[in-house]
């Protein structure tokens, strides 16, 4: 039962001032923030604030005691700070962890008197993280749960008996340190594990969590609870006194504990609560308070994260490595191992799963960059991983050599790159050990570089791993992707363009062109013969190329593929591509690589190899067009109809003709059946829409076939209402048969929904579609009525990139091409296809892909009587007013913009 002697009422004036007391602690470490503190200062002021005001409040409780309950206490109970608290390095909304200790006969008083006291905290604004337990208790829960035992690692008295508090100080060392070291040790490492598969795996995300990804301040806590079981301390000046880590180190570790706590503090006084995510909004506002400026080729966000990463990345590596010098097994498990190895080339330990050097051989191994280069060369040809040692060893090797690279040093890479599967591993432990920039110094420029978009996930080090990885993984794909992968002959040249493909990044110039360069420079360093220079250089400069025409492009126009292939030169080059370019979609991020974009760069390569093969694409072709006829013939039976064969033959041959190209290539044979069926039947005035989802692309296939006499400015109409019905359009395609009759086919996300969308929502679509075109209205108001979404809301842009307009007139022989490079935002696409409609132009395709933080909007557009537009002056027109409608939006806003029109 609970006492009520302990139901202390508190006046509103203590309550009041308590809080304030409170907020004035935070005030003062602002100050000192503000004031230019450290991150160490800022967290231990605060620290030793707030822990004298917890002593108070303690205090002031225990006063409140009869002497005998007062005095029991003091004897048989403690207040404990843990974790953070204990470190004595707070954060200003961080919680604050504290242990209510007790034994003997204090348990029942005891915890009645802590709940009061908790409750007097929290009354004051303090956010705890506590727990009420017996000694006995807190080592049970200690033997069996690694939150509690990694928090009791560090821990102060705060107040109360000194004799258990000493107590509990043997038990837990002997228990849990000694005792259970290895159990401690492993569950540390497997409980961190989890916690950045959660947020964040690579530490090389664009959108850290401060704390808890790789690399994050959990890491640095971390090293102190391994230390503190491996050596007895810990904190990094103790641990550097022990031997377990070197002057440089200890200097850099403390350097990244204070930069990223600084930001941590920053973060929460600007949320005014717990807030350990930087964002890029963050990201942006801390550049701006610090006054970071730019440089040439990078923005001040840019330089600002690259020195985060690179922070975040010293912690990492150092993780990485102390984990395996310190994670030993016991000496049963390590004589097993050694009796188990076998030696390889004499100077080689192979075991099960690591590779070492003979130790008598270790220093002739580490002794130049030929031995450190064949060490690695024969761990990736045993697929095994080397000892911590050996890394160890050839990170302080690395430091002493220079520029220079040996014949053998190149042959060595150069068959590392041939190694598929373990390519990326085995680079990623050179880039760690500072090897790999020896090889190419043009990658240290890489390390840790931003790309502050909302494309990428990545750093451009980590991204190009990434690219690796996917690469490696497609040798095992059993679709075209793997097929290409495994008929790829020089894999050291395509590994290498991988490598390499963003290596331009974070300069002034187009990467592209800067790669360019950069790959002519390794290609001369490494030897590689004239041809293999050239392939290098052709898939860095070009690696966009692919993707490029994929996404913006009418891919089955033959002039834009004789060009293509004219490019590309060869099958082989071709794989590679390929291959490069979806590994680099692939790496930028999860959900990048999709079944539409693997469907269109697919389709691309398909084309062109047939040229690159020497078959002739035109009678490729006719063939394809003649196997389609035969199965549209075979499938299409009008209702009704008692016509010969041959008639109705004529009757699709005659339409097949006429039908635009593109829709031919890329709609089925049923498909098109069943469109011209539906076409045979049409009457004017008669309008046929289906809305239906489709599980390959996840998205939603809208299709109108309707008379000319709907069908003006349908396809501006139709993408405003789309957008307005919170449904993102990325592809369209404008389809005109005989008679005036149009096939129009849109493809769209809805946003709305995840997974397969409900047939409610379809149905919705559709007749929002059809109120549109059947029922005069004006467009603009009738999307205002449907809209349901706030341009007011929608996040700016993040990158720096200009909107922009370009006219084509030399891609298609057929139409004009127009590139809108702009922001993403709702109405976007409504604004540039009314535009182009008012410049009297229609819409033949359209495509929508992002790029960057930009979308690419893509218009193959004829005037109105099915012509190209070849007039300079009129396409400088038309250029000229679609930037300025953009630019407007771009200021004004959707909202803005339709009230405008509507006035």
Not at 8 to 36: A, D, M, N, P
Not at 70 to 79: F, G, M, P, V
Not at 537 to 552: G, I, S
């Amino acid at each position: 039962m609970i006492n009520n002697r302990f139901q202390f009422t508190r006046s509103k004036e203590l309550l009041s001032k308590r809080k304030e007391h409170v907020s004035l602690i935070r005030s003062r470490s602002y100050r000192l923030f503000q004031g230019g503190a450290t991150g160490i200062q800022v967290a231990s002021e605060y620290a030793n604030d707030l822990e004298d005001f917890l002593k108070e409040v303690y205090k002031a409780n225990l006063d409140e005691l009869p002497e005998e309950d007062r005095n029991l206490l003091k004897k048989q109970s403690a207040l404990i700070a843990i974790g953070g608290s204990g470190r004595g390095e707070l954060v200003p909304y961080s919680d604050t962890d504290l242990l209510f200790l007790f034994h003997g006969k204090a348990r029942l008083i005891f915890s009645e008197f802590a709940s009061q006291v908790v409750r007097d905290y929290w009354d004051a604004g303090i956010q705890l993280g506590h727990s009420v337990r017996s000694l006995s208790e807190t080592m049970s829960m200690a033997k069996g749960e690694i939150q509690v035992s990694s928090s009791l690692v560090e821990s102060r008295l705060l107040s109360g008996s000194k004799n258990l508090f000493s107590k509990f100080q043997k038990q837990f060392k002997k228990q849990i340190l000694v005792k259970r070291k290895r159990w401690f040790i492993e569950e540390c490492i497997s409980a961190r594990k989890e916690e950045r598969i959660q947020f964040g795996e690579t530490g090389c995300e664009l959108e850290p969590d401060v704390k808890k990804s790789y690399g994050g301040l959990r890491d640095l806590h971390l090293i102190r609870w391994l230390s503190m079981a491996c050596y007895g301390e810990h904190d990094i000046a103790s641990l550097r006194l022990k031997g377990g880590i070197s002057k440089e180190e200890a200097e850099k570790l403390l350097a990244a504990s204070d930069f990223l706590l600084k930001i941590r503090i920053d973060l929460h006084f600007k949320a005014d609560r717990a807030q350990d995510l930087l964002t890029r909004d963050e990201q942006l506002r801390i550049c701006t308070d610090r006054g970071i400026e730019a440089s040439e080729g990078q923005r001040p966000v840019e330089r600002f994260m690259q020195k985060y990463f690179k922070h975040t990345r010293a912690i990492r590596d150092f993780t990485e490595r102390f984990i395996n010098l310190n994670n030993s097994h016991p000496i049963m498990v390590r004589t097993f191992g050694y009796l188990a190895s076998h030696r390889a080339e004499r100077i080689y330990l192979v075991s099960q799963n690591q590779i070492d050097v003979v130790p008598r051989f270790r220093k002739k191994v580490c002794g130049s960059l030929d031995g450190i280069l064949h060490f690695f060369l024969t761990a990736s040809l045993y697929r095994n991983n080397p000892s911590p040692r050996m890394i160890e060893a050839i990170k302080e090797a690395s430091v002493k050599f220079d520029d220079s690279i040996s014949k053998d040093s190149q042959k060595c890479f150069l068959m590392i790159l041939n190694n598929t599967g373990q390519i990326s591993q085995i680079l990623r432990l050179m880039n760690q050990c500072g090897i790999l920039e020896l090889v190419i110094p043009q990658f240290k420029h890489a390390q840790c570089l931003l790309q502050f978009n909302q494309y990428h996930s990545y750093t451009v080090d980590e991204h190009s791993f990434k690219v690796i990885e996917a690469a490696e993984e497609l040798e095992h794909d059993e679709g075209p992707l793997g097929i290409a992968a495994r008929k790829i002959k020089q894999k050291d040249i395509l590994y290498l363009a991988l490598l390499l493909h963003d290596i331009g990044k974070g300069y002034k110039e187009s990467h592209s062109e800067v790669g360019r360069r950069i790959a002519e420079d390794v290609a001369d360093r490494l030897s590689l013969t004239d041809h293999q220079k050239d392939i290098l250089v052709f898939l860095v400069h070009k690696h966009l190329r692919m993707d490029y025409l994929a996404r913006t492009r009418d891919i089955s126009d033959p002039q834009l593929l004789l060009e293509f292939s004219q490019e590309v030169g060869s099958p082989e080059t071709l794989n590679m591509l390929y291959v490069l370019t979806a590994s680099d979609i692939m790496g930028v991020g999860p959900g990048t690589w999709t079944e539409w974009k693997s469907e269109l760069i697919t389709e691309l390569y398909d084309r062109t190899k047939l040229i690159l093969t020497g078959k002739a694409y035109k009678s490729q072709e006719e063939k394809l067009i003649a196997k389609i006829r035969k199965e549209v013939i075979s499938t299409f039976v009008p209702v009704g109809d008692d016509r010969e064969v041959e008639t109705i033959e004529k009757w699709v041959d005659k339409n097949l003709k006429i039908l635009p190209r593109h829709y031919i290539s890329s709609t089925t044979p049923e498909r098109i059946a069943s469109d011209l069926q539906i076409i045979e039947n049409l009457k004017s005035g008669d309008l046929i829409i289906e809305v239906e989802y489709n599980s390959d692309s996840e998205g939603i296939d809208v299709r109108i076939i309707t008379h000319e006499d709907l069908y003006s400015g349908m396809f501006h109409k139709i993408t405003g209402l789309l957008t307005a019905k919170n449904l993102e359009v990325y592809s369209a395609q404008i389809n005109t048969s005989i008679n005036g009759v149009a096939i129009d086919i849109y493809r769209v996300i809805d946003r709305d929904f995840s997974g397969e969308t409900p047939d409610h929502r379809l149905l919705e679509i559709k007749d929002s579609i059809e109120d549109l075109l059947l029922n005069p209205a004006d467009v603009t108001t009738l999307i205002v009525s449907n809209q349901r979404f706030n341009t007011k809301t929608t996040p700016g842009p993040v990158s720096n990139l200009p909107t922009r307009v370009t006219i084509d007139n030399h891609s298609s022989d057929q139409f004009t091409v127009i590139d809108v490079f702009a922001y993403d935002r709702p109405g976007l696409l409504y604004t540039i296809a009314r535009a182009i409609y008012k410049q009297g132009l229609s819409v033949v395709i359209a495509k929508i892909a992002t790029h960057f933080d930009q979308v690419v909007d893509v218009f193959y557009t004829v005037d109105m009587d099915g012509n190209k537009i070849d007039d300079g002056h009129q396409l400088k027109t038309i250029r000229d007013e679609l930037q300025n409608k953009i630019d407007q939006f771009e200021k004004e806003g959707y909202q803005a913009f339709v009230s405008k029109r509507n006035s």
